[in-house]
Antibody
């Protein structure tokens, strides 16, 4: 069974750093793209970007370029999204998802979401 | 960046059919024709209901179907059921290995 398990909810102050994890199991982690999706409170889904664990090839949405950094640790089948200096506007639920092989927009398995709360 | 436009809300009575539109541009939907659709029920994780090629993933009801014409993709839910109440999002490839979601449509079953 394919599973993505994300790290727990986090609360930070503006300006602090944060790393959220997404641990995969049940499939060959290096061979599927992982995408990150933001959902601000009461708002829609936003594609942040994607990373290919096999070679750490990344693609960022222009809206998130320079704001976050994606990385992976293949030895533990885990993908990360990191912020170096959080803002209150980063308060949101963040999802990781696996992108179906050979497709660009089909994300077939999702993590449970990580709620990030940033206070100013 | 490209924006995909969806109606904020659509409603229907049980048993009816509804259609949710997702309007893009000549540069995204019309050019690439790569779109998926997601359902997100309140407090839950999104779930794909239509994958690329207008295909239903395993386990998704045949009541869900999709189509594309020009720069607009559409999701149709036939035989509307109370369990279909959710937010629905289109997701399209817009080139340069980037993807964008539509703004979402809230479906209400009257």
């Amino acid at each position: 069974e394919v599973k993505l398990v994300q790290s727990g909810a986090e609360t930070r102050q503006s300006g602090e750093s944060l790393r959220v994890s997404c641990q995969a199991s049940g499939y060959t982690f290096p061979t599927y793209w992982i995408v990150w999706v933001r959902q601000m409170p009461g708002r829609g889904l936003e594609w942040m970007g994607s990373i290919y664990p096999g070679d750490s090839d990344t693609r960022y949405s222009p809206s998130f370029q320079g704001q976050v950094t994606f990385s992976v640790e293949k030895s533990i089948n885990t993908a990360y999204v990191q912020w170096n200096s959080l803002k209150a506007s980063d308060t949101a639920m963040y999802f990781c998802a696996r992108r179906l092989d050979g497709q660009q927009t089909t994300f077939d398995s999702w993590g449970q979401g990580t709620l990030v709360t940033v206070s100013s | 960046q490209s924006a995909l436009t969806q109606p904020a809300s659509v409603s229907g009575s049980p048993g009816q059919s509804i259609t949710i539109s997702c309007s893009g541009t000549r540069s995204d939907i019309e050019s690439y024709k790569i779109v998926s659709w997601y359902q997100q029920k309140a407090g839950q994780v999104p779930k794909v209901v239509i994958q690329e090629g207008n295909k239903r993933p395993s386990g998704i009801s045949t009541r869900f179907s999709a189509s594309m014409s020009g720069n607009t993709a559409s999701l149709t839910i036939s035989g509307l059921q109370t369990d279909d109440e959710a937010d629905y999002y289109c997701c399209a490839y817009v080139g340069s290995r980037t993807v964008v979601f539509g703004g979402g449509t809230k479906v209400t079953v009257l």
